[in-house]
Nanobody
Framework: QVQLVESGGGLVQPGGSLRLSCAAS????????MGWYRQAPGKERELVAA??????????NYADSVKGRFTISRDNAKNTVYLQMSSLKPEDTAVYYC???????????????WGKGTLVTVSS
């Protein structure tokens, strides 16, 4: 009843920038945390950045590898989370997945939802 759709992935040169978007839709009552994860071939999925709801303090966490280069933000009116990526490096190449902790209408529990992912390739 809830789906997350990522967009904005693609090919970019080292040092370039890219902006990812993730829109949640469906029977949504509220969303707590939203975040971005990534997974490179042969590696485990890792947290890139996460942001909690305003009611939860609006806390933001970044992986050490992206601090100072990536910025996460959200638009609650649009149920959308963004990831602005700059100074991209080849090691940033991965499939980026959107995650959201969602409370649906008529439900009493939050449930984690995942997008299908968008590929980011950083190469010359």
């Amino acid at each position: 009843q809830v789906q997350l759709v990522e967009s904005g992935g693609g090919l970019v040169q080292p040092g370039g920038s890219l902006r990812l978007s993730c829109a949640a839709s469906g029977s949504i009552f509220s969303i707590n945390a939203m975040g971005w994860y990534r997974q490179a071939p042969g590696k485990e999925r890792e947290l890139v950045a996460a942001i909690s709801s305003i009611s939860s303090g609006g806390r933001i966490n970044y992986a050490d590898s992206v601090k100072g280069r990536f910025t996460i933000s959200r638009d609650n009116a649009k149920n959308t989370v963004y990831l602005q990526m700059s100074s991209l490096k080849p090691e940033d190449t991965a499939v980026y997945y959107c995650n959201a902790d969602v409370l649906s209408h008529g439900s009493s529990q939050y449930v984690d939802y995942w997008g299908k992912g968008t590929l980011v390739t950083v190469s010359s």
